[in-house]
T-cell receptor
Framework: AQTVTQSQPEMSVQEAETVTLSCTYD???????LFWYKQPPSRQMILVIR??????QNATENRFSVNFQKAAKSFSLKISDSQLGDAAMYFC?????????????FGSGTQLTVLP | NAGVTQTPKFRILKIGQSMTLQCTQD?????MYWYRQDPGMGLKLIYY???????DKGEVPNGYNVSRSTTEDFPLRLELAAPSQTSVYFC????????????FGDGTRLSIL
């Protein structure tokens, strides 16, 4: 079974600065997908960015980018020019490319605080 | 453009009571999921369905039941509610395509007292 580990329960960043959230995962599969979800106090699960394991190029979505290191099984999220609205719980998630369920396996989350 | 709709948003139950959490999606997705999120934790899979009439257990199925009579609806049934089932419940749906994400409902906060 796959596992996802987020070793930083809490992080803080100054507004307009850059912060990196860490995520590692364990799998024996070669084909899979990785995601970062944002959960604000409203509880909504908002997709931030996704990465296909077969793509070597790191995904980027505006101020959000990832550093995907497949051999190291690492998938960190970088938030540039942090804004107050970025404050939320961030979850790293893994999805297999095979199997019947194709469910998401989540890490335990990182609570991000943005300081004005 | 409703997406995934969950009802109710909040509910308080007494120990031993039963209830059904409703989930419906209007995107014609074949896959549907129920997750639970305990405080300070990530989501864990309870049950999933790959299509109408087909359901299967996830990581934490004990104390729950599901059914999938239509593509749109995937209700989650709690029988004999226990304090350990106090959690936030999320329903999600997905269409099996190369890189499509799962779509989540807004969650149901359930307290068992």
């Amino acid at each position: 079974a796959q596992t996802v580990t987020q070793s930083q329960p809490e992080m803080s960043v100054q507004e307009a600065e850059t912060v990196t959230l860490s995520c590692t995962y364990d799998t024996s599969e070669s084909d899979y997908y990785l995601f970062w979800y944002k959960q604000p106090p409203s509880r909504q699960m908002i997709l931030v960015i996704r990465q296909e394991a077969y793509k070597q190029q790191n995904a980027t979505e505006n101020r959000f980018s990832v550093n995907f290191q497949k051999a190291a099984k690492s998938f960190s999220l970088k938030i540039s020019d942090s804004q107050l609205g970025d404050a939320a719980m961030y979850f790293c998630a893994y999805r297999s490319a095979v199997g019947s369920a194709r469910q998401l396996t989540f890490g335990s989350g990182t609570q991000l605080t943005v300081l004005p | 453009n409703a997406g995934v709709t969950q009802t109710p948003k909040f509910r308080i139950l007494k120990i031993g009571q039963s209830m059904t959490l409703q989930c419906t999606q209007d995107m014609n997705h074949n896959y549907m999921y129920w997750y639970r999120q305990d405080p300070g934790m990530g989501l864990k899979l309870i049950y999933y369905s790959v299509g109408a009439g087909i359901t299967d257990k996830g990581e934490v199925p004990n104390g729950y039941n599901v059914s999938r009579s239509t593509t749109e609806d995937f209700p989650l049934r709690l029988e004999l509610a226990a304090p350990s089932q106090t959690s936030v419940y999320f329903c999600a749906s997905w269409v099996r395509h190369i890189n499509q994400p799962q779509h989540f409902g807004d969650g149901t906060r359930l307290s068992i007292l």
